[in-house]
């Protein structure tokens, strides 16, 4: 590798790059692509038609892009009346949905952009796998990603701005496993406008390029990433966020973060759900990549997890192992050759089946994801639930530009086009207020409802436990 002056140079790579598949083999995993997208999209906005998609979070960030397309701050009224939301996140990645928002304003753009980016995520994965192993392999490592239980539960839950750091962090590693480290410098960098925890992740992809000798962008990359963590978590955000902290690590800020780091190693792996969850993570490649450095990448992202306080961020559920996903299939292409040439028959075995190692794991972890039924009834999804088709009814009566109390999975449909908000984070009487008695957020939404029934509201319609009530007057 040379340090050239138009930036890092590795003739090596770049010659094992033009070597490999051509555009048409190069095709085969941009067909892929689509079949992901076109999954994950219907799957998505199936789950959005049946109300299955909630206010916290694509209704929060359904407000957010909404604020950037009305070229003002990304503010939720969920979170709080007019919250700013760089008090509690820093994601300006966001903003890059602005001209998909403008062409087609509704929470559903939300969701089809993250069907496309985790779609486009397996795309460098499948071709650096036909690269070093061959086009079945290829396909091998399109299916156990696109189906991997990181993927699944993004997809399950909602839209998250993690979906930006996936095809970054596909195209980061698959560069980096090849030697084409300008490419994945520059991949690397923009996981800085995507979530602030993932500072953490930029340095220890520099640490991997230390690892590798690449010293000088390295260190580049460590100190931008914990400048910029450091930066956001200790000054930006709790300048913004109206108590005043970072409200999410340490939990409340009532904790000092070393107090709360000493807590958080000592139970690194307690409760139990911590070791399942390392253990399942491990097992989507077959342990293949704990041999190569390349999978000290996708330890922040963990770590930070489960110095949580919360046990949602412990499992392997919702949207919390995304990131570690392309980081562990590019880590154990990189360490194939070292398994293959390993002493002992059942690693050597599995380095020379990698292709097949992958699918063997991924059939287990991805068949109990939420994916699973699915794939099993596809026609399900073209279904509407009768309380969905009584919701969309009900919601068309509330005009654009009025005030609503919503529960979580009334809120995203309204996002787009009302100031929604939730009792009891904003206590203000709406206009109108619709309540899925049947959610569990807010809590007791019964007693809600009889709440402002007794202050005069007009109850408009009940269908399907579903209350339409509007402001006397």
Same mark, same amino acid.
């Given at each position: 590798?040379? %340090? ?23 095709? #085969? ?55 700013? %939301? ?37 795309? $460098? ?65 923009? %996981?800085?406008?995507? /979530? ?38 200790? #000054? ?6 109206? !108590?005043? #902290? ?9 904790? !000092? ?8 190693? /000592? ?6 759900? /911590? ?18 450095? #390349? ?16 046990? !949602? ?24 050759? /070292? ?90 009487? $709406? ?13 007791? $939404? ?25 402001? $006397?007057?």
């Amino acid at each position: 590798m040379t %340090l050239a002056p138009g930036g890092l140079r590795d003739p090596a790579g770049e010659a094992a790059l033009r070597e490999g598949p051509g555009r048409e083999g190069r095709a #085969v995993w941009w067909g892929w692509a689509g079949v992901f997208f076109a999954l994950y999209t219907v799957f998505s906005l199936a789950r959005h038609r049946n109300l299955q998609t909630t206010g916290y979070d694509l209704g929060i960030f359904t407000q957010a892009v909404r604020g950037y397309a009305a070229l003002g701050a990304p503010r939720s009224d969920l979170l709080g009346w007019d919250f700013n %939301l760089y008090g509690d996140h820093f994601h300006p990645v966001l903003a890059t949905l602005v001209p998909l928002y403008w062409l087609w304003p509704d929470a559903r753009v939300l969701l089809v952009a993250q069907a496309g980016l985790l779609a486009l995520a397996a795309v $460098p994965l499948a071709g650096l796998a036909a690269r070093r192993l061959g086009r079945g392999a290829g396909h091998a490592v399109a299916v156990a990603f696109g189906l991997s239980f990181g993927v699944q539960g993004a997809v399950a839950f909602d839209f998250h701005e993690v979906a930006f750091a996936a095809p970054a962090l596909s195209w980061a590693m698959a560069a980096l496993v090849e030697g084409r480290y300008r490419a994945a410098l520059w991949w690397t960098v923009p %996981l800085l406008a995507v /979530k602030e925890d993932l500072g953490l992740t930029v340095a220890a992809v520099g640490l991997v390029f230390m690892i590798r000798r690449q010293v000088q962008p390295g260190l580049l990359l460590c100190a931008a990433g914990f400048s910029c963590f450091a930066v956001l978590v200790g #000054v930006l955000i709790p300048a913004a966020s109206p !108590s005043g #902290v970072y409200p999410h690590f340490p939990p409340g800020g009532e904790q !000092s973060l070393l107090s709360q780091l000493d807590a958080g190693l /000592k139970s690194l792996f307690w409760p139990e759900e /911590k070791t399942a969850t390392l253990i399942l993570t491990a097992g989507l490649t077959c342990g293949l990549a704990l041999r190569s450095p #390349v999978a000290l990448a996708a330890l922040p992202g963990i770590a930070v997890r489960f110095l949580s306080a919360s046990p !949602s961020y412990w499992g392997t559920g919702l949207h919390y192992s995304l990131t570690a996903m392309p980081v562990l299939f590019a880590a154990a292409l990189d360490a194939q050759p /070292k398994w293959a040439r390993s002493r002992h028959a059942l690693w050597r075995g599995l380095g020379r089946h990698t292709a097949a190692a992958f699918l063997i794991a991924a059939a287990p972890l991805s068949g109990t994801g939420p994916l699973q039924s699915f794939l099993l009834h596809p026609a399900r999804a073209f279904e509407t639930t009768p309380q969905a088709r009584a919701a969309h009814s009900l919601l068309r009566q509330i005009p654009d530009g009025a005030t609503v109390e919503a529960t979580n999975s009334l809120s995203p449909h309204l996002a787009h086009r009302t100031r929604v908000y939730s009792w009891p984070l904003t206590r203000r009487l $709406p206009q109108y207020a619709v309540i899925n008695l049947r959610d569990s957020w807010p809590a007791a $939404p019964q007693d809600r409802a009889a709440e402002l029934l007794s202050r005069g509201y007009q109850l408009l319609a009940l269908q399907e436990s579903i209350a339409l009530l509007r402001q $006397p007057g």
